[in-house]
């Protein structure tokens, strides 16, 4: 049985930093892509920033370009999501996808449908 379960969300003060891991279990997660998604009040779930099976090739949104990293440790079965210089706007439940085997970063972060499992969610809020 497939389980991915996120960690890592919290409180925090503009200009901040937090790291989100996601760690997966039940499969061998250098076989897909995978990336994290989020989701705020009212708005649509949207792309943060994914990773190939190798770690090669990564997409980010626009958004958080210059701010976000992403990285992944296949031996460990974990992906990362290194948060700098959080922004209120980026206040959402924050969740980790594993794409299905075909699909690259980009596809996966571009559409969730392409998304296999998916984690339960970690909370991130930024104040002002």
């Known amino acids: 049985q497939v389980q991915v379960v996120e960690s890592g969300g919290g409180l925090v003060q503009a200009g901040g930093s937090l790291t989100l891991s996601c760690t997966a279990s039940g499969l061998s997660l250098d076989d897909y892509a995978i990336g994290w998604f989020r989701q705020a009040p009212g708005k649509e779930r949207e792309g943060v920033s994914c990773?190939?099976?190798?770690?090669?090739?990564?997409y980010y949104a626009e958004s958080v370009k210059g701010r976000f990293t992403i990285s992944r440790d296949n031996a460990k079965k974990t992906l990362y999501l290194q948060m700098n210089s959080l922004k209120p706007e980026d206040t959402a439940m924050f969740y980790c996808a594993v794409g299905d085997a075909i699909t690259t970063a980009t596809i996966l972060c571009r559409n969730s449908t392409y998304a296999r499992y998916w984690g339960q969610g970690t909370q991130v809020t930024v104040s002002s």
């Open positions: 990773i190939g099976r190798s770690g090669g090739t990564v």
